[in-house]
């Protein structure tokens, strides 16, 4: 028996040990459940947590709202929506806060850390974090593997030829939402309901044509750009107007931004001059007044006007430029702008008809155009003998470049005064609401007072061989501290072609020209009026005018009463 006590105990041990490694193995099983239980209920607790569908006011479907694309009239892309990632977190998903800011610091090392961590350390279950990455950036941040960061896709506006067409389509914000030009036009309608309806996320919108030719767009947006330098200028702009439709084609005013990056549209100096500056137009107001005048019927184009004095309103006379001290015709009126030659045209139909006619064509109030940046015309309700003589003329009142080219457009069109549009429009549907400013005959007399101009006065340099154009100059002095300065000039030509068959008007400003060179002159004809040449002689062949050296084209502009 005492032989056997040896084996007993050794099997007790034996067994013991066996009950005690199963009971470990037990435990590190239950331990093992337990911990991956906790990660499990951790896992469903992350996977059903519901992203917040509000962040800063905006709905998150909203944020990928899409604009339609806009077009130039000959379906060449002015604006169009692109995809970008833009990144954001959901603080309560993200486990190491430490560990997200470490890496997405070493990513982006202009991002402010306190700010970061303040965005990352909360419950929220969105927040933004930077908007509008690149592709790779992208990439870079998912490979980083943090939980709780991720992307959204955004529509982000693209400006294909940046700078060119700035005035006209304006900019949207980092959310797509329009904030000047034609873009926010456009979200003061149809588009904001759309997308308030939920039918411009995620899908195309029907692209929106335009009347803006982009070819002539360009060509007047480098003949600009090169009339800065060349005349050493603070600003030039120009216009152009089919005048049977009121189309613009072109529309440039400089300095301008890029809409790509529009916090540039925010510097000093790049307003819209076209519809949103007003100016003294100068001596581009005289065709005006003949034209109120001759349609009055209290004048006739075979009238003279004594201009061998200057005119005198009490202590104020007010002479002529290029005085040639004698009586002037009509048509020497315009071709030799003479100021006194204005005057009594003014003076034989009267003030009170003038004034009248001022608002006829459309020189009170703003500018009628899709463009939101706007300003009113400053003119007196009423004139006094001598407001009104300096009106005539086109001083004492500010009126926008594009009210100038909209009362162009009527008087060599036929009379009708059409309001002009940045959208595709037809002669009939122009006529259906247009007025009748002056009749047929006024506005054949006008288009030959304006080819005579080009051919023998001012617009010389305006009038590129065979394009028949017609126009008039005009240069104002601009009042500094209250008085007129003879050194800041701001430069004008208005323009229309072919005269024969009016097609299109234009409007050039220079502002505060220098000399190009000791040969030339700071008046308009040597600036404005050259500038009008060169985009004329290069957009006319583009809009189908071809040139015509007959010299019939001419004589058939003369009116009988002169023949």
């Known amino acids: 028996m005492h032989e056997n006590t040896p084996s007993i105990a050794i099997d007790g041990a034996r067994k013991s040990r066996g009950h005690m490694t199963k009971s ?61 990632p833009s990144l954001f977190a959901e603080p309560r998903r993200i486990i190491d806060v430490d560990e997200a800011v470490e890496a997405l610091s070493a990513e982006f090392p202009t991002m402010d850390r306190k700010w970061l961590r303040e965005r990352l350390d909360g419950d929220e279950g969105f927040v933004w974090l930077k908007r509008e990455l690149t592709p790779q950036q992208k990439e870079r941040i998912l490979r980083l593997g943090i939980p709780g960061i991720d992307f959204v896709s955004e529509s982000r506006r693209f400006y294909p030829g940046g700078n060119v067409a700035a005035h006209i389509l304006g900019a949207v914000n980092v959310d ?6 034609l873009e926010r036009h456009l979200d003061q309608r149809e588009v904001a309901l759309l997308q308030d309806l939920g039918f411009a996320r995620d899908r195309s919108l029907q692209p929106v044509e335009l009347s803006i030719d982009l070819r002539v767009q360009h060509a007047m947006h480098r ?7 060349r005349y050493q200028a603070i600003a030039a702009a120009g216009v152009m107007m089919n005048v049977q439709t009121g189309e613009i084609v072109a529309l440039v005013s400089l300095p301008d931004f890029d809409p790509n990056m529009p916090a540039g549209a925010l510097e000093e100096g790049r307003i819209n001059r076209i519809t949103a500056g007003k100016f003294e137009l100068g001596s581009t107001l005289k065709p005006i007044t003949a034209a109120a005048a001759l349609d009055s019927g209290l004048v006739q184009i075979t009238d003279e006007f004594d201009a061998t004095k200057p005119v005198q309103f009490g202590r104020f006379r007010i002479g002529d430029f290029h005085a040639k001290k004698r009586v002037l015709s009509l048509p020497e009126v315009i071709k030799y702008s003479s100021n006194i030659g204005t005057i009594k045209m003014m003076q034989a139909m009267g003030k009170e008809r003038f004034r009248a006619f001022l608002t006829n064509v459309g020189m009170d109030g703003s500018p009628v155009i899709e463009l939101p940046e706007k300003t009113q015309s400053q003119i007196k309700d009423k004139f006094s003998e001598v407001g009104a003589a300096t009106a005539s003329f086109g001083h004492g009142l500010s009126i926008t470049p594009l009210q100038l080219l909209t009362a162009y457009a009527a008087l060599v069109n036929g009379g009708d005064l059409i309001a002009p549009t940045l959208l595709p429009r037809d002669r009939i549907a122009a006529l259906a609401n247009s007025k009748k400013v002056i009749n047929e005959r006024t506005s054949d007399q006008i288009r030959y007072l304006l080819r005579l101009n080009a051919i023998e006065g001012s617009g010389r340099k305006a009038a590129p061989d065979g394009y028949r154009v017609g126009g008039k100059t005009g240069t104002a002095e601009k009042v500094v501290d209250g008085k007129y300065s003879d050194d800041k000039l701001l430069n004008v030509f208005a323009s229309a072609f072919p005269m024969d068959a009016p097609q299109y008007a234009m409007v050039i400003l220079v502002d505060e020209p220098k000399k190009e060179d000791e040969r030339s002159g700071h008046t308009a004809a040597w600036n404005a009026g050259a500038v009008t040449g060169r985009i004329i002689e290069r957009v006319a062949p583009m809009l189908g005018i071809v040139p015509n050296l007959d010299p019939e084209l001419d004589a058939q502009l003369v009116p009988v009463e002169l023949r």
Do not use: Y
């Not at 003949?223 to 330098?229: I, V």
């Open 176 to 181: 797509n939402v329009g904030i000047a030009g």
């Open 24 to 84: 470990r193995i037990r435990l590190t099983i239950a331990i093992a459940m337990v911990v991956f239980a906790v990660v499990a209920i951790r896992l469903v607790m992350l996977a059903t947590v519901q992203v917040d569908d509000v962040t800063l006011g905006q709905a998150r479907p909203a944020l990928t709202a899409t604009r339609p694309a806009l077009l130039d009239r000959n379906g060449s892309p002015l604006a169009i929506d692109i995809q970008v």
């Open 223 to 229: 003949e600009l750009e090169d009339a800065l330098t």
